[in-house]
T-cell receptor
Framework: AQKITQTQPGMFVQEKEAVTLDCTYDTSDPSYGLFWYKQPSSGEMIFLIYQGSYDQQNATEGRYSLNFQKARKSANLVISASQLGDSAMYFCAMRVAIYNQGGKLIFGQGTELSVKP | DGGITQSPKYLFRKEGQNVTLSCEQN?????MYWYRQDPGQGLRLIYY???????QKGDIAEGYSVSREKKESFPLTVTSAQKNPTAFYLC????????????FGEGSRLTVL
């Protein structure tokens, strides 16, 4: 079964420190995509970073990087130099292909990150 | 500005009433999606549409209905058959059938009284 698992319901990090949010996935499809989204208390979903299953290098976007370990089926998000504005829910998601119907994203349960001043 | 507009932002409904949530996009995206989010949980797919006049059930379609008569619009009706409709509803779109990145609206919060 295709599934995304986030095992950390909540995390705390000190401002300016780095933090890693865990994500593991399960799929038998050789072609897939992995995403991270941020959801502030306002409710909007903000796209952060994407990693394709065939990408050779780990994705990076500013302070965000994705630690992609294909053999372990993990796609952890690393946030460097945490800021107070990083406090939010973070969701890991995977693109699942559906034959002849394009694809859809399935989401993990989320991790609530709190940045302490 | 291009984006996705959901309305209303907050909605209250009495039990037994149907309610329709609006979702409009001006991004010229082919695919549109409806997700439901319950407190402390991830997003679950209700319905999705890859092209106009076509849509598929997601993981939790029971008690919901949709239409896709125009590329720009993908309204969701929460019917009285939905047993627990109080939730946060998010509409999203993506460029094409295989493109994964979703662009989200700001959401609609439905409360059943």
């Amino acid at each position: 079964a295709q599934k995304i698992t986030q095992t950390q319901p909540g995390m705390f990090v000190q401002e300016k420190e780095a933090v890693t949010l865990d994500c593991t996935y399960d799929t038998s499809d050789p072609s897939y995509g992995l995403f991270w989204y941020k959801q502030p208390s306002s409710g909007e979903m903000i796209f952060l970073i994407y990693q394709g299953s065939y990408d050779q290098q780990n994705a990076t976007e500013g302070r965000y990087s994705l630690n992609f370990q294909k053999a372990r089926k993990s796609a952890n998000l690393v946030i460097s130099a945490s800021q107070l504005g990083d406090s939010a829910m973070y969701f890991c998601a995977m693109r699942v292909a559906i034959y002849n119907q394009g694809g859809k994203l399935i989401f993990g349960q989320g991790t609530e990150l709190s940045v302490k001043p | 500005d291009g984006g996705i507009t959901q309305s209303p932002k907050y909605l209250f409904r009495k039990e037994g009433q149907n309610v329709t949530l609006s979702c409009e996009q001006n991004l010229n995206h082919d695919a549109m999606y409806w997700y439901r989010q319950d407190p402390g949980q991830g997003l679950r797919l209700i319905y999705y549409s890859q092209i106009v006049n076509d849509f598929q059930k997601g993981d939790i379609a029971e008690g919901y209905s949709v239409s896709r008569e125009k590329k720009e619009s993908f309204p969701l009706t929460v019917t009285s058959a939905q047993k627990n409709p109080t939730a946060f509803y998010l509409c999203a779109s993506s460029i094409g059938r295989q493109t994964g990145e979703l662009f989200f609206g700001e959401g609609s919060r439905l409360t059943v009284l």
